[in-house]
């Protein structure tokens, strides 16, 4: 594809938290629309020099432009009915513009980017504009590739190429046309996200947002327009990401199936595989003994979340073989920080208390549930040894010890106890 470099607009192409574009004085008014792109914050109230903007914006959600003062004007961030703001900070605003203002990381570490949508250029004939903002924490640089459908990308090259997270790429002038737009980590062929073919019209001006939904690897768009209006619309991937951890009391390692097609071979007992990409949306997951293939020993139908990391512990014997979904949250932990939970995939154990370094942090850890994230300080580069201790719920009896486990920082982990009430064991996996 022919991708031709638009006349970009003024100097002031992003107004960050420095307040670039601002200007003193007031009395005015311009435009603003907000994205919700910070995935642990379900709802989203943004207020602009004390006036709200939204109240409630779901995640992913967009508004369309809305008139609030120029000048420079304080903007206040609140998530998930919160009292505290999760962003206050002074940004200027000229007048008679309009802009986008997209919260994004997690809660504990939301930031914003507030980006002129006014001034780009009108595209040359035949051709749209599009501007990539890429916001998806813990991702990376992205590449974007708009093709005619069922493109190689091997043998393409990106139409916007290397946004880094926290920035919006220079405006580019492809041809209009019915295309599909597919993005890869920079660098990379690996589409970490896909949606069906549309139609990029003659004149129009695209802004797609990639964000995380909390997936590791793989992320979502919010293709909003830059119009009088500001639409903009949520476009799911087409990808989810699963991997299986086998607990299970079957006496040969397991085959996986999605949709009836061979998946995942030969995972042994206390084994945990990769992430796989799959299609997004309602799948049945079949498991088989690779002794008897063709048998299947439990039919799952669950739904693949777009954009999303998902986690499937397989427990118990041949004749009742049960299944534990969890969804995964490998959202970047603070600095310094990493996060874990704990799953208790013990058929016959029981409830369990669960200890980090002697302190109780999860009573009662009910059989085939898994605990919250828990936080825990370390080191970022050679990580940090802790203990694990499992006890009966509500005694002092350990049934399991792990000591001199180490967990690096900036990473998160599930901790699984797996195996009979007479040989418990504990698998740590790296999820992200």
């Not at 638009?6 to 629309?33: D, E, P």
């Not at 991702?139 to 919006?168: E, F, K, M, Q, R």
């Not at 903009?232 to 079957?250: M, R």
Request: glycine share 10%; aromatic share 6%; proline share 6%.
């Amino acid at each position: 594809m022919n991708a031709r470099l638009a006349i970009a607009f003024c100097s002031g192409l992003l107004a960050l938290a420095l307040g670039a574009c601002s200007h003193s004085g007031g009395g005015g008014s311009t435009n603003m629309r907000v994205i919700n792109a910070v995935p642990d914050a379900t709802s989203l109230t943004v207020s602009v020099n004390d006036k709200t903007v939204v109240s409630n914006l779901v995640f992913q959600g967009s508004t369309q432009y809305t008139s609030v003062d120029s000048g420079n004007q304080e903007f206040k961030v609140s998530a998930n009915g919160g009292t505290s703001n999760a962003i206050d900070t002074t940004l200027g605003l000229s007048n008679g513009a309009n802009y986008s203002y997209i919260v994004f990381n997690p809660v504990a570490s939301a930031t914003a980017l507030l980006l002129v949508d006014s001034g780009i250029a009108t595209p040359p004939s035949g051709d749209f504009s599009i501007r990539v903002v890429n916001v998806a924490s813990g991702i990376g640089p992205v590449d974007v590739y708009l093709t005619p459908p069922g493109t190689d990308l091997n043998s393409t090259s990106p139409t916007v190429a290397n946004t880094p997270v926290g920035a919006a790429s220079l405006v580019i002038s492809p041809a209009a046309g019915t295309l599909e737009l597919r993005v890869t980590a920079t660098g990379t062929k690996e589409v970490i996200y896909d949606t069906p073919p549309q139609a990029f019209v003659n004149g129009n001006i695209y802004q797609p947002v990639v964000l995380t939904a909390g997936s590791s690897k793989l992320v979502n768009v919010v293709l909003l327009n830059i119009d009088d209006t500001g639409t903009g619309q949520l476009n799911n991937n087409l990808l989810a990401d699963f991997k299986v951890l086998n607990a299970s009391q079957v006496p040969s390692p397991l085959n996986v199936l999605v949709d009836g097609v061979l998946t995942l071979s030969n995972v042994p007992y206390a084994a945990v595989s990769n992430y796989v990409t799959i299609p997004a949306g309602t799948r049945t997951f079949s498991v088989q003994a690779t002794s008897t293939p063709g048998a299947n020993l439990l039919n799952l139908v669950t739904t693949a979340a777009p954009a999303t990391d998902t986690s499937i512990m397989l427990n118990g014997p041949a004749g009742a073989l049960q299944a534990t979904v969890l969804a995964d949250n490998n959202l970047p932990p603070a600095i310094g920080r990493a996060r874990i939970r704990f799953i208790n995939g013990s058929p016959d154990q029981g409830p369990l208390d669960v200890y980090i370094n002697f302190s109780k942090q999860v009573a009662g850890l009910a059989t085939n549930a898994a605990s919250g994230y828990n936080e825990v300080t370390a080191d970022a580069s050679l990580g940090t040894s802790f203990e694990f201790d499992f006890n009966i719920a509500g005694t002092t009896t350990p049934v399991l010890k792990m000591p001199a486990v180490t967990i690096v920082a900036a990473h998160t982990y599930s901790i699984y106890v797996i195996g009979l009430s007479t040989g418990l064991q504990g698998v740590v996996v790296k999820d992200d």
